[in-house]
């Protein structure tokens, strides 16, 4: 405390002209309109400045939280779709009745591990058996199909990605309508392989690919990609098509586990088909 009153007393007139200097500005902002609104006008400009700044700094640390919020939000839309739902009676339609059934429900999950350079890739999202998520469940992006559930933890699945050369997946040419199959080749993570269209149907360079939706997994007319090149093979009735992603693979943050409500149904009567008479 002596310290301090020992070096205001030493720099005392220091002190004493800034005061006044304070003073007498505040005097000359106060009596002159002119000095005033220059005062006013730039002390608007910089502090618009400082908080220009400050909102940048702050909505960039909130965009992870951003980023969450908006998949949620995207879940919740995709459940409200018609394509969500099923209608178990042709004849028969109510919004609200228990004979338009629910088939598809969306939970929205962050990739925190994914890989595209090997053969066999592999994503891990940040929902687990806790969430309701169970193997055998699709695995997509608001741009397109991503892969399927494969393994689950309380808290955590991992997938298997369409960059996997076990993975085999029903999709269908939008303009045709031809089935065909979706497998990749394990080079280029930007380039998938579609097989089995055969050769008399019409396949065009630019075709849309979307998902079939008779794996029971998928819902139907999910995005794939696009046709970029196709080719007959010596000895084959099929086509081999090139197919270029809608989903940049390398760049996936958000996704939807998709879960088919009438999956284990529907797998019941495929394994009891071989049983009929």
Not at 132 to 140: Q, T
Request: aromatic share 14%.
């Amino acid at each position: 405390m002596k310290n301090l009153f020992a070096f205001l007393w030493k720099y005392h007139f220091f002190f004493l002209f800034v005061l006044l200097e304070l003073f007498s500005f505040f005097l000359v902002v106060r009596n002159s309109y002119y000095q005033s609104s220059v005062i006013v006008s730039s002390t608007n400009r910089i502090t618009g400045g400082i908080l220009n700044t400050y909102s940048g700094i702050t909505d960039y640390f909130s965009l992870r939280k951003a980023n969450r919020i908006l998949a949620e939000e995207n879940a919740d839309f995709y459940n409200r779709l018609s394509g969500a739902f099923i209608a178990t009676d042709t004849n028969t339609f109510f919004l609200n009745d228990t004979l338009y059934r629910r088939q598809y429900r969306y939970y929205a999950a962050k990739v925190i591990s994914n890989t595209t350079s090997r053969r066999n890739n592999y994503l891990m999202i940040n929902k687990g058996k806790v969430h309701g998520i169970e193997r055998e469940m699709g695995v997509a992006t608001s741009g397109g199909i991503v892969g399927q559930v494969v393994e689950v933890s309380d808290y955590f699945s991992r997938v298997m990605s369409v960059l996997n050369m076990h993975s085999k997946i029903s999709v269908r040419v939008k303009s045709s309508g031809q089935i065909g199959t979706l497998i990749w080749n394990g080079r280029d993570y930007r380039i998938g392989t579609l097989i089995d269209i055969p050769t008399h149907s019409k396949l065009n360079i630019g075709d849309t690919v979307v998902t079939s939706g008779f794996s029971h997994i998928f819902p139907e007319g999910i995005r794939v990609g696009t046709v970029q090149d196709f080719r007959i093979n010596p000895g084959d009735n099929f086509f081999t098509a090139d197919i270029s992603y809608f989903v940049d693979y390398n760049r996936i943050y958000h996704v939807f586990v998709i879960q088919n409500l009438f999956r284990k149904e529907m797998n019941e009567l495929d394994a009891n088909k071989n049983h009929t008479p």
